[in-house]
């Protein structure tokens, strides 16, 4: 649902001058930035935002109701085949159980996500047994299984980074073969299938049953800042509801921010810091080069991967990640503290996952969530999803691929939608400060997206040079055209030779 906006009372003032130098941001938070693969898992940073700033007080707002979101997933799971297996164990294989089967039920989401659990075990007559492993050892032993033919789980959940390590070791079924199985189903993300897919195969698909709604990236803004640059921060709220919200603007109302800090430190006051990032700063190239409306690589089925994009197709796009990484104002460093920054009222944007919203309850900035915003009007809304995020897949001498296509066609039918809905209720009643971030949030919910390269470059090299890590490489100097027609060349070759277009 909608709500009208109740007018803050932090919208009619200006912001507080604050009394912390430009160079300093509380303490500094660094994070485990554990493999050149992905990125730090959301959620596994042990920081939040420092407490020691005077608690915003947040306006009134409109209850929000939930939508009905339970029916239509109860409508799905009756449309699956009617089985019942007799009590038969069924495993599932994850680096992680924290949102497929989570031991701590003390969040909403999580309770929901054990209490589907339940219903799909009741509904087809199976008893789901997690299993936790790591990426690396979950191949290992499924390629030696496959080599033995012998059975190693039912389901597997893999982090995206990884989908091409376990493609290339010939471990996968291609789910378009599985029966009763339709990757279309609105319960499954398009996006995800389109990722694994090469030719006539499609590897791994996510869904709402894998893709937790706290580990959406997202741009959060502080309204004083914005406002005492002589900025309306709702009409960035407005720009985003319409589908108009693009990086240009974002740019916009930065430059406005550079001008205030002009004539702040001529009147010995601190700066503020402009766009920053902190435990997707990594990614911050691949989050706004994604949302702009680009893709490392096109693919689908029946189709070769090529390169998604040219020098020219992306050039507004580079021109934008060259302002923030050589922007003075700006904190582009995951060890620089910029959640610490934003929370203490020093910062305009900052653009990070939305589970450090449960961290800002007490934040000192009057701040609101925006959607990443869009390269141009005509595009949609983009996130792309962290690389450490789960995918299901299913191993190829599975001995009969029923059972696996109708239980994870299950776990995602029942998620859909009214997990996500209860995560935007329980945040609005304790988390958000207005209105418009409630619309915001539903709205992100929806922008899931993936890519091909970061599903494939781990395992091929060539992939990786000529896509997201060339994006990376690039992205201060802004000299793309130097290396990017050899790269795609080779990249083209590696493409065309490992993924034919052959049954």
Not at 130 to 138: F, Y
Not at 457 to 478: E, F, K, Q, V, W
Request: aromatic share 12%; glycine share 6%; hydrophobic share 40%.
């Amino acid at each position: 649902m909608k709500f009208k906006r109740i007018p803050s009372l932090a919208a009619l003032v200006s912001a507080a001058a604050i009394l912390l130098q430009a160079t300093s941001c509380g303490f500094i938070i660094v994070n485990d930035m554990s493999h050149e693969a992905g990125e730090s898992a959301p959620g596994s940073a042990e920081n939040a935002a420092s407490a020691e700033t005077t608690a915003f007080q947040p306006e009134d707002y409109t209850p929000y109701t939930p939508k009905d979101y339970y029916s239509l997933s109860r409508q799905y799971l009756a449309d699956l085949p009617e089985r019942d297996y007799g009590g038969s164990v069924f495993f599932i294989t994850t680096p992680s159980t924290d949102y497929i089967d989570p031991d701590n039920t003390a969040s909403v989401v999580n309770k929901l996500a054990v209490e589907r659990n339940e219903d799909v075990a009741e509904q087809f007559g199976v008893t789901m047994i997690p299993t936790v492993s790591d990426a690396s050892t979950m191949l290992s032993e499924l390629a030696q299984a496959v080599a033995a033919d012998s059975y190693y789980t039912d389901l597997l959940m893999v982090p995206v980074y990884m989908v091409g390590n376990f493609r290339a070791a010939d471990t996968l079924i291609n789910m378009r073969t599985l029966p009763f199985f339709n990757v279309d189903q609105p319960y499954f993300n398009k996006d995800s299938s389109d990722m694994t897919s090469g030719g006539y195969s499609t590897y791994g698909i996510a869904g709402q049953a894998s893709i937790a709604p706290s580990s959406f990236s997202a741009l959060f803004m502080n309204k004083n800042v914005l406002i005492e640059a002589g900025l309306d921060p709702y009409a960035l709220y407005d720009s985003a509801a319409q589908g108009t919200l693009t990086w240009d603007n974002i740019l916009t109302c930065i430059n406005a921010v550079k001008t205030l800090n002009g004539d702040r430190t001529a009147s010995g006051l601190p700066a503020y810091y402009t766009m920053t990032a902190q435990n997707t700063a990594d990614r911050l190239p691949d989050l706004v080069f994604k949302s702009g409306g680009n893709d490392y690589v096109k693919t689908g089925t029946r189709a070769i991967p090529v390169i998604g994009y040219t020098v020219k197709t992306v050039q507004k796009t580079m021109d934008i990640l060259a302002q923030f990484y050589n922007d003075q104002y700006s904190i582009t460093d995951s060890t620089a503290g910029a959640i610490n920054c934003f929370s203490g009222g020093e910062s305009a944007f900052l653009v990070d996952y939305l589970y450090i919203m449960s961290w800002m309850p007490g934040a000192k900035a009057d701040w609101g969530v925006l959607p990443l915003p869009k390269g141009k009007e005509a595009d949609d809304y983009r996130t792309l999803i962290s690389n450490t995020e789960l995918v299901f897949a299913v191993p190829k001498n599975h001995t009969n691929g029923e059972i696996p296509a109708i239980i994870l066609s299950a776990l995602n039918a029942a998620s859909y939608g009214h997990i996500y809905d209860e995560y935007v209720n329980y945040h609005m009643a304790e988390v958000l400060r207005d209105n418009d971030s409630i619309n915001m949030l539903e709205m992100i919910l929806t922008t899931a997206s993936f890519d091909f390269a970061l599903a494939f470059g781990n395992a091929y090299p060539t992939i990786a040079s000529a896509t997201y890590r060339l994006i990376r490489d690039c992205a201060a100097t802004n000299n793309l055209d130097d290396y990017f027609t050899d790269r795609r060349t080779t990249a083209q070759t590696t493409l065309k030779e490992y993924f034919p277009l052959k049954h």
